[in-house]
């Protein structure tokens, strides 16, 4: 089956750097997408990768590996407007987007 | 404002009442979504139409029923629903359904109680 991993809950520091992993399994694929989600509001995407590497933007990146069915956001600077869940999913062959369950992140000042 | 708007943003119904959730994009936008979303767990497809055709209907109960009637608007209208249907539904476009870079637009969502 095809199956999305991202750990439930993280907490964090303002002013410091988090990582949010998200590992997959999935039958083909044609990229993996981030959102973010404040709480009782709409997902909003932050990234798009297909190919290995970093993508840079502003103090959020976001990096695949392809052959190790793996990505990471990172966040730099971290802001308390950056409490939110974050959504992974990976677009399979078919077109149809794949989701995980999301990551809860907590700011503490 | 997000370019997806659902209304309402909160509905509380009893098991025997019908009601509708209403989605409006006006981002020129040709594949519209609806979602179910529930805490803790992965975002659930229920039914995609691309150009106001269904392309995709994820075995979802009929007492949910779609409609399409032009690319900006997509309902989801809901009858005899059960208590475990109570979950944020979630409207979503982009501009097609079938291409790598497909980026979803959401709407806030409507929270729905069931009772």
């Known amino acids: 089956g095809q199956n999305i991993d991202q750990p439930t809950e993280m907490t964090a520091t303002e002013g410091a750097i988090v990582q949010i992993n998200c590992t997959y399994q999935?039958?083909?694929?044609?990229?993996l997408f981030w959102y973010q989600q404040h709480a009782g509001e709409a997902p909003t995407f932050l990234s798009y990768?297909?190919l290995d590497g970093l993508e840079e933007k502003g103090r959020f990146s976001s990096f695949l590996s392809r052959s190790k069915g793996y990505s990471y956001l990172l966040l730099k600077e971290l802001q308390m407007k950056d409490s939110a869940s974050y959504l992974c999913?990976?677009?399979?062959?078919?077109?149809?987007?794949?989701w995980g369950a999301g990551t809860k992140l907590i700011i503490k000042p | 404002e997000t370019g997806v708007t659902q209304t309402p943003r909160h509905l509380v119904m009893g098991m025997t009442n019908k009601k509708s959730l209403k989605c409006e994009q006006h981002?020129?936008?040709?594949?519209m979504y609806w979602y179910k979303q529930s805490a803790k767990k992965p975002l659930e497809l229920m039914f995609v139409?691309?150009?106001?055709?269904?392309?995709e209907n994820n075995s979802v109960p009929s007492r949910f029923s779609p409609e399409c009637p032009n690319s900006s608007h997509l309902f989801l209208h809901l009858h005899t629903l059960q208590p475990e249907d109570s979950a944020l539904y979630l409207c979503?476009?982009?501009?097609?359904?079938?291409?790598?870079?497909?980026?979803?637009?959401f709407g806030a969502g409507s929270r729905l109680t069931v009772l």
């Open positions: 979503a476009s982009s501009q097609d359904e079938s291409s790598g870079a497909n980026v979803l637009t």
């Open positions: 981002l020129g936008h040709n594949a």
């Open positions: 139409y691309s150009l106001e055709e269904r392309v």
């Open positions: 999935t039958s083909g694929f044609n990229g």
């Open positions: 990768n297909v």
């Open positions: 999913a990976v677009m399979d062959s078919n077109y149809q987007l794949i």
